[in-house]
């Protein structure tokens, strides 16, 4: 029995429309690689094309005048919260600077394929375990309470600039920080990049032939 020719057109129409969907979808998934490679995410790309590290007069234009100038920010986000947070717990006794170079390694950490992609998750990764905490303040079994008022608005105003506006580059992709009086033996497979106030910051090897940035 042979198939009527509207039966015929009507399975020639599917077939088309069917091979248009797929067109479209293959072409929306190559866009969106495309988009997810210019991003950044390729870390040892970004690291490599930043360029020569900040001189110490250009450190030095992130000082009291600096934050004096920032907007004193209202309803921060959740991922603004957790930036303030770390920086008030991890940095509150260091310079301007010292808190920014802290925040760019947290906000490094978020764009990094090798930590998890928020603010947040990036300081509470390995909370869930005991020992396994990134920023030592999250596990250390003491209530997380702002006692310091004048040290948390500063923390708030330096976490909402740098998370709105943009990183500074003053740790030249760091991913990784200690403080200069301990040595950790972690360190010793990475490399030194930029020493700023209290703080040592360092990376995965990378190509990068320029001497450790050292601002005091």
């Excluded at 509150?92 to 802290?102: F, M, N, S, Y």
């Excluded at 948390?152 to 200690?178: D, P, Q």
Aim: proline content about 5%; hydrophobic content about 40%.
């Amino acid at each position: 029995m042979k198939a009527k020719p509207e039966t015929i057109l009507m399975l020639l129409s599917v077939l088309v429309l069917l091979i248009l969907v797929l067109a479209i979808a293959f072409n929306a998934k190559g866009a969106e690689a495309e988009a997810h490679k210019d991003t950044g995410k390729d870390v040892m790309t970004k690291r490599e094309n930043a360029g020569p590290p900040p001189s110490s007069k250009q450190a030095r234009t992130f000082d009291a005048d600096w934050l004096a100038g920032l907007p004193k920010p209202s309803g921060l986000t959740e991922q603004e919260l957790c930036l303030a947070e770390a920086l008030y717990f991890e940095a509150r006794g260091e310079t301007v600077l010292g808190q920014i170079a802290v925040a760019e390694v947290i906000l490094n950490r978020a764009e990094s394929d090798r930590f998890p992609d928020t603010v947040c998750e990036v300081i509470y990764q390995g909370s869930e375990r005991r020992n396994a905490c990134q920023f030592s303040y999250v596990c250390d079994g003491v209530p997380e309470h702002f006692h310091e008022r004048a040290a948390y608005e500063r923390a708030k105003r330096i976490a909402a600039s740098l998370y709105n506006e943009g990183r500074a580059g003053l740790v030249r992709g760091a991913e990784f920080y200690h403080a200069i009086s301990v040595q950790p033996s972690w360190a010793g497979r990475l490399q030194k990049v930029a020493q700023i106030g209290d703080h040592v910051f360092l990376q995965y090897p990378t190509s990068l032939a320029d001497e450790a940035t050292t601002i005091k």
